[in-house]
Structure formats: structure tokens, C-alpha cells
């Protein structure tokens, strides 16, 4: 596709439950990038890969939250044991290399719902 | 930490008034600064970047300039339309890539 795609578009949950978002970064594009965007509040950082390396998981929240990139295309983040508190919009933005000189672009994002 | 802080909104306007959006950070170094949107329904799209001290980044009759010495990057447009209604973002990047963003400003423009 033209754009970053993310699936499911919305998710809802039972605490508790694991669950697993994924993203189609553009075609060809190095780095992929995870934020999480709590309701009226700015994304903010989750993890970062280059190709297929985790090269930044600093923002992960907690080691129930965990990513992987395996052929350097597709991404999967996974929650276990979700809570109320993970409930935000899950946002993957992909861009071109690993410079940082090169636009990132965002997908729609998952809604994701913890009841 | 690296921070952003940008003025609280939600901020009303009518058609063809003039806007400003207030951005300041806090880094170590001199960080590239952005703006992005989000309109209804749609991700973040790119607005405008400046990557080093009095750069002027523009788009779309948007206009942000770098000032190193007040640590801003405020958001202008000269003449907001309808279409202009939406949720604007300030980033920073950091070393490594990673985009560290302010709250959001919720703009509506009334016909």
C-alpha cells in the first residue's frame, strides 16, 4: 500500500487479555517506530527498530509490553495481560533509513480499549 | 528529559483570522523541531520542520521559525480556513530518531 497500515483499527479487550497490534510500514522503509497516545495527549515513544534490530525499547512501559520486527518489514506489538491503563491509541510511523533526515510517516493507529 | 510544552486549546478562531500556537522545548543540544497535524478521522501527517536555529519551516501557508535564544517554534498562519480545524502536534527529535511530541492544540475555525 501507499501509506503505514495498522490493524485492527480498534481493539477491545478484557483485562487481562493478551492482545497484538500489527504494522505494515511503507514498503522499503528502514526504521519503525511504536508511540502510544493516551486520550488528549501527544504520542510518546515506545520502541524503535532498524531492519529487524530492536534498537530502542526504552519507552516500553512495562515487560508485559513487548515488539518485534523478525524480517525487518512487518511489526507486532504485543500486550500481555492487558490493564486499564494500556487502553490509548497505539500510533507506528515508519520512515525511509536510519539518519533521522528522512520524514516519518504515521499509520491511522489502533484504538485500543481495555474493559 | 527532552520536553515539549504547547499551549492548551482547545483555541476557536473564524475564518480568516490570524493564528498563533504557542511551542517551547526543552533539550540538550539543538534538536530538529516539528509541527504536525491531525485532521478528523486521518493520522499524523508532516506539517513543517527546522532542523537548525533560525530555519523557517512552511507549508500550506503555515509558518514556525527555530529560536534558539527563546527555545520556541510557535505555529502561524496568517488567514485560518475551515478546512484548517484539527489537532496540531510540536515535536522535537532526538539523538536516535525518536520524536518526542507536546500535547496537541485542538483548532476549530468557524465559517
Known amino acids: 500500500g501507499a501509506g503505514v497500515s495498522q490493524s485492527p483499527r480498534y481493539k477491545v479487550a478484557k483485562r487481562g487479555q493478551d492482545v497484538a497490534l500489527r504494522c505494515d510500514p511503507i514498503s522499503g522503509h528502514v526504521s519503525l517506530f511504536w508511540y502510544q497516545q493516551a486520550l488528549g495527549q501527544g504520542p510518546e515513544f515506545l520502541t524503535y527498530f532498524q531492519n529487524e534490530a530492536q534498537l530502542d525499547k526504552s519507552g516500553l512501559p512495562s515487560d508485559r509490553f513487548f515488539a518485534e520486527r523478525p524480517e525487518g518489514s512487518v511489526s507486532t506489538l504485543k500486550i500481555q495481560r492487558t490493564q486499564q491503563e494500556d487502553s490509548a491509541v497505539y500510533l507506528c510511523?515508519?520512515?525511509?533509513?536510519?539518519?533521522?533526515?528522512?520524514?516519518?510517516?504515521f499509520g491511522q493507529g489502533t484504538r485500543l480499549t481495555v474493559v | 528529559g527532552n520536553s515539549v510544552t504547547q499551549m492548551e486549546g482547545p483555541v476557536t478562531l473564524s475564518e480568516e483570522a490570524f493564528l498563533t500556537i504557542n511551542c517551547t522545548y526543552t533539550?540538550?543540544?539543538?534538536?530538529?523541531l516539528f509541527w504536525y497535524v491531525q485532521y478528523p478521522g486521518e493520522g499524523l501527517q508532516l506539517l513543517l520542520k527546522a532542523t537548525k536555529a533560525d530555519d523557517k519551516g512552511s507549508n500550506k501557508g503555515f509558518e514556525a521559525t527555530y529560536r534558539k535564544e527563546t527555545t520556541s517554534f510557535h505555529l502561524e498562519k496568517g488567514s485560518v480556513q475551515v478546512s484548517d480545524s484539527a489537532v496540531y502536534f510540536c515535536?522535537?527529535?532526538?539523538?536516535?530518531?525518536?520524536?518526542?511530541f507536546g500535547a496537541g492544540t485542538i483548532l476549530r475555525v468557524k465559517s
Open positions: 510511523a515508519s520512515s525511509l533509513d536510519g539518519t533521522g533526515n528522512t520524514e516519518a510517516f
Open positions: 533539550a540538550t543540544g539543538y534538536p530538529s
Open positions: 515535536a522535537l527529535r532526538e539523538y536516535g530518531n525518536k520524536l518526542v
